[in-house]
């Protein structure tokens, strides 16, 4: 059992909710029926199954026959990219995503594009924003499936996704998909407000339970189903479905939708209080300033590795990420940053601090205690390893994704 650690990740993924895990443990315990059997267990399954479809669908604006439970993050927007990518494909096989995805959109991207798609990736400027007029341009009569992100895992910049979807909808059955992963707990999605035809969501990111989440696919339109077996989830999603985890992604949903008047001001202010702690000369915070998800506090430290920043904190008990999305031990680094206009050994020094609803004052007090000393050794560190020419030779080993 871990203990004491000051938890700043929560971008990566939260703590289960003592009410979420409470109303999932009789699903676990005795409600272990198939919702697809036609006895008195199945169909117990089945009501649950059902009303956890309602739940989440009222949340999003939406009605329960337009939501679709799966896996997780990564499942839902792998079945909007690709399912509503090969539904389209008879208008053209043209995708449009935005630079800064993350790679649940581009990997399925990438995949179509062997597939005799095209990939159309649209910029974005130095605060991580997509320009709508931007992204309109790069959509074509032959277009597909238009995808960019609620907001971004790494950065927190929120997208103007109701400019974009208005831009994309201009060309009649291009389908809009936005990414809404990491914004579900902090900003309000109603489907019909954002103008999204597909919208994917994930139940650990929310307090709720991992290995869950949704995908909204607007009423009227066609995907093509990824999985295929039995005619679950009205034929969009095949197996047997996670009945508690679906009650505890809507229980969760809910929770978050019903807090986030107060939670968002409470965590916003925790977030300022990281940042101002860091900013000061050699260190620059990253996304935009005000247009942001309340929770990523995401900065780069000039001449230091945000892993070797990292690895200090967690030996003094805080987890927090680097900023940086690589391949371990290899010298990328974070897309996002790059694409923002980050020099590579700018981007190098990323650190992100995500607080979440249980964080406290006294986490906030004990991280920004611990910051400008694991800077100050990073930067030594860095210092010592510089070769000749100054660049860094012992890069610290790195995460495959940041999540
Ligand atoms: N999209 C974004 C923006 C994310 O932050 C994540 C999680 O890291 C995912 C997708 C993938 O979600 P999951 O971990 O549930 O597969």
Same mark, same amino acid.
């Given at each position: /059992?871990?203990?004491?650690?000051?938890?700043? &990740?929560?971008?990566?993924?939260?703590?289960?909710?003592?009410?979420?895990? &409470?109303?999932?443990?009789?699903?676990?315990?005795? #409600?272990?029926?198939?919702?697809?059997?036609?006895? +008195?267990?199945?169909?117990?399954?089945?009501?649950?199954?059902?009303?956890?479809?309602?739940?989440?669908?009222?949340?999003?604006?939406?009605?329960?026959?337009?939501?679709?439970?799966?896996?997780?993050?990564?499942?839902?927007?792998?079945?909007?990219?690709?399912? @509503?990518?090969?539904?389209?494909?008879?208008?053209?096989?043209?995708?449009?995503?935005?630079?800064?995805?993350?790679?649940?959109?581009?990997?399925? !991207?990438?995949?179509?594009?062997?597939?005799?798609?095209?990939?159309?990736?649209? %910029?974005?400027?130095?605060?991580?924003? $997509?320009?709508?007029? !931007?992204?309109?341009?790069?959509?074509?009569?032959? =277009?597909?499936?238009?995808?960019? /992100? +609620?907001?971004?895992?790494?950065?927190?910049?929120?997208?103007?996704?109701?400019?974009?979807?208005?831009?994309?909808?201009?060309?009649?059955?291009?389908?809009?998909?936005?990414?809404?992963?990491?914004?579900?707990?902090?900003?309000?999605?109603?489907?019909?407000?954002?103008?999204?035809?597909?919208?994917?969501?994930?139940?650990?990111?929310? @307090? @709720?339970?991992?290995? $869950?989440?949704?995908?909204?696919?607007?009423? %009227?339109?066609?995907?093509?189903?990824?999985?295929?077996? %039995?005619?679950?989830?009205?034929?969009?999603?095949?197996?047997?479905?996670?009945?508690?985890?679906?009650?505890?992604?809507?229980? +969760?949903?809910?929770? *978050?939708?019903?807090? /986030?008047? =107060?939670?968002?001001?409470?965590?916003?202010?925790?977030?300022?209080?990281?940042?101002?702690?860091?900013?000061?000369?050699?260190?620059? $915070?990253?996304?935009?300033?005000?247009?942001?998800?309340?929770?990523?506090?995401?900065?780069?430290?000039?001449?230091?590795?945000? #892993?070797?920043? =990292?690895?200090?904190?967690?030996?003094?008990?805080?987890?927090?990420?680097?900023?940086? +999305?690589?391949?371990?031990?290899? *010298?990328?680094?974070?897309?996002?940053?790059?694409? /923002? @206009?980050?020099?590579?050994?700018?981007?190098?020094?990323?650190?992100?601090?995500?607080?979440?609803?249980?964080?406290?004052?006294?986490?906030?007090?004990?991280?920004?205690?611990?910051?400008?000393?694991?800077?100050?050794?990073?930067?030594?560190?860095?210092?010592?390893?510089?070769?000749?020419?100054?660049?860094?030779?012992?890069?610290?080993?790195?995460?495959?994704?940041?999540?």
């Amino acid at each position: /059992m871990l203990r004491d650690t000051v938890y700043l &990740d929560h971008a990566a993924t939260t703590p289960l909710r003592a009410e979420v895990l &409470d109303v999932m443990l009789p699903h676990l315990r005795d #409600g272990w029926g198939n919702p697809s059997s036609a006895h +008195a267990r199945g169909r117990a399954a089945r009501a649950a199954l059902d009303d956890a479809h309602e739940r989440i669908a009222t949340c999003l604006g939406a009605t329960a026959r337009e939501i679709v439970l799966t896996s997780g993050g990564t499942e839902s927007i792998n079945l909007a990219v690709k399912g @509503g990518a090969w539904a389209g494909s008879a208008r053209g096989h043209r995708l449009v995503i935005s630079a800064v995805e993350h790679h649940a959109v581009e990997g399925s !991207a990438r995949h179509l594009e062997r597939h005799g798609f095209d990939v159309a990736v649209v %910029g974005v400027d130095r605060d991580g924003r $997509v320009d709508p007029d !931007a992204v309109a341009a790069a959509v074509t009569d032959r =277009t597909a499936l238009v995808s960019v /992100m +609620a907001a971004n895992n790494e950065v927190g910049t929120v997208q103007p996704i109701a400019a974009i979807a208005e831009r994309v909808h201009r060309h009649r059955g291009v389908l809009f998909h936005a990414d809404a992963v990491q914004a579900a707990p902090w900003l309000p999605l109603d489907v019909e407000a954002l103008g999204v035809d597909l919208l994917s969501i994930a139940g650990h990111k929310l @307090g @709720g339970p991992r290995g $869950v989440g949704a995908l909204y696919i607007r009423r %009227g339109t066609h995907i093509v189903a990824q999985q295929h077996g %039995g005619s679950q989830e009205r034929h969009r999603r095949a197996g047997t479905e996670d009945v508690a985890g679906a009650v505890g992604l809507a229980t +969760a949903l809910e929770l *978050a939708v019903r807090e /986030m008047g =107060t939670a968002v001001p409470r965590v916003a202010g925790l977030r300022d209080r990281l940042v101002a702690s860091v900013t000061g000369p050699g260190v620059t $915070v990253t996304g935009h300033r005000t247009d942001r998800l309340p929770h990523i506090a995401s900065f780069v430290v000039a001449d230091a590795e945000g #892993g070797t920043i =990292t690895t200090i904190l967690d030996l003094e008990g805080l987890a927090c990420s680097t900023g940086s +999305a690589c391949a371990t031990g290899s *010298a990328e680094v974070s897309h996002v940053l790059t694409a /923002m @206009g980050y020099p590579e050994a700018e981007a190098r020094g990323a650190v992100r601090l995500s607080v979440g609803r249980a964080t406290t004052d006294a986490d906030v007090d004990r991280a920004i205690a611990l910051l400008p000393p694991a800077i100050e050794r990073a930067r030594a560190a860095h210092a010592a390893s510089a070769g000749p020419d100054g660049t860094a030779t012992d890069a610290a080993p790195r995460p495959a994704a940041l999540p």
